[in-house]
């Protein structure tokens, strides 16, 4: 007697979230996202995967926090738009976690791929184009890399000549010390970021107090 075929056991392919959503990995929608759920994976997501000095790791959302703050240095007058895609330049990792790029690189076009489907799905989510612009990703990037050069030097062992190397120098006129936060803190932080720049953007109802500085 012939046997029967075995039933495909169904990969999970979503997860779910603290605010009760359940976010599909491979065919992410911007309906299942929210800035509570970002917020609280980013301030638990540590840079540099935790070889940073001190008692605290230095999370994605501290991170993200910072390189929004160094965008606009870099481009006074910057639209708030692009402040907030700044601000969410990371936000993917919530989900994916933080890789480093030599890890990124490794793991080709497919890690791409997966990245680029959740950021789009992000993006769109807060009233934002699925593909940034080139020129405002060269300067988020930019900024990234800025906000990486503190790090590196202050953080992650790195000295100014091997920093300078690999992230080039930050832009003149800014300065950063960097005190890692508590996630509740780098958490509640990057939230009060994000309700300034929904505001100024119209995502959330403005008042008299909202300002971009």
Known sequence: MAERPKKK???????????????????P??????????????????RWNGQTIGEHAFSVAQHSVV???????????????????????????YVIGDMISPFKAALGSGYKDFEARLEAAIHVRYGLPPKTPQTIKTLIKKADKACAFFEATQLAGFNEKESLGIFGSPPPGYSLVI????????????????QVLAKAVGLLPADDAWHTE
């Open 9 to 27: 056991t169904e990969v999970r392919a979503w997860q779910r979230m603290l605010s009760g959503r359940r976010l599909d990995l491979l065919d």
């Open 179 to 194: 005190e890692p936060q508590p996630a509740s803190i780098a958490q509640a932080r990057y939230l009060e970021r994000y």
């Open 29 to 46: 929608s911007p309906f299942d996202i929210e800035i509570e759920d970002i917020a609280h994976g980013l301030a638990r997501v540590a």
């Open 67 to 93: 390189v929004e703050e160094i965008a606009a240095h870099i481009k006074p007058g910057l639209d708030p738009k692009w402040r907030l895609a700044a601000l969410l330049h990371d936000a993917s990792e």
